[in-house]
């Protein structure tokens, strides 16, 4: 009997796209040209802790993409304690004065020596990075700017190269997309700050001896919605103590209360224990080196939580959902997310969601309904405990 053999059927080669050329490289978003002859850039990005380490990694693509050029950043007081005598992208920060809301009532004197302080050497590129320009967009204009950027809500004064403004966009990446209107590719996509000897031997005192790994909590938060409930943050603290960390409880100034309220859930065994410790008002040398000496954090979508990631150390974050997608961590290697599904006020039912109705006046936790065993288990996983 004779045997037949069938060649196998041939299918077309899959039609692929074209290599993207090494010139080119990643980016967020299309990248403009870049502006010629720049030899000053300044950026605007005030707020809080965290968010001037959104705007880090486009400060960097500034950088990279403009060597010759000094950028000044136009931020808060605790950006410039930061930043000073810090390695980075930044050269000077100028710290913003108070000025007004309401575009159409007259400036404040401190506002007007600001902006003539800023204008006594020339601007050739001006970068609004602090949110969709109702106020930032007509302040960043006073600058008299070669170029300006930035991005732009409806009804927002233009600049010359934006971005339109969608509340809900992770603002590294927003950031990284503005940048990318003047020419500037990401080089980071995720916020680093550099740690100083300054840092190590301001830590170094604060703590003294550490036994077993190092857990840093932080309860605190600028906004009450985003803070996991102080007696579920007692819990994972009492966890670590029982398992042979160090725990050291961090805070701001404000945060007295809260850390106290903390406190008082530990049961009273373990508040006597060496290991348990409390920095509140740390300067930001003690805080970064603090944070970069610790195994593992644990805290909410706060300044704290951002600037550890930054430097290198593990996170376990309580997030809602909302700020996941705001500023959340890109990455999930070292960083831990517990969500909350939580969408509307628990005192009133207000949709928290949506960012066109005025918020409510209840400063309810958003967060409180994510479990502590959920926590627990990250933490264990960062830490190695089985």
Partial sequence: M???TT??????APQRPAAVPATEGASIGPIGDTVPDVRRIVVLRGGALGDLLYAVPALYALAAAYPGAEI???????????LRDRPGPVDEVAVLPVTRTDWNE?????ETEFVDRIRERPVDLAVQLHGGGAWSNPFLRQLNPRVSIGSRAEGAAPLDRTLAYRFYQNEVLRALEVVGLAGAPPVVLEPRVELTPRDLAAADAALGTVTGPLVIVHPGANDSRRRWPAQAFAEIATHCLDRGATVVIIGGPSDQALVADLRSHIPVAATGDAR???LVGSDMPTLCGVLARATVLVGNDSGPRHLARALGTPTVGVFWIGNVISAGPLSRGSDRVLISWQTHCPACGHDATDERLPRCPHGDSLVSTVPVAAVR????ELLGWK
């Fill in 72 to 82: 000044t950043l136009l931020g808060a007081a605790l950006h410039a304690e930061l």
């Fill in 2 to 4: 004779s045997e037949t």
């Fill in 7 to 12: 060649a196998p059927a041939t299918t077309a």
């Fill in 377 to 380: 288990a990250d933490v264990d």
């Fill in 106 to 110: 007259p400036a404040q004197p401190a």
């Fill in 276 to 278: 348990l410790r409390t």
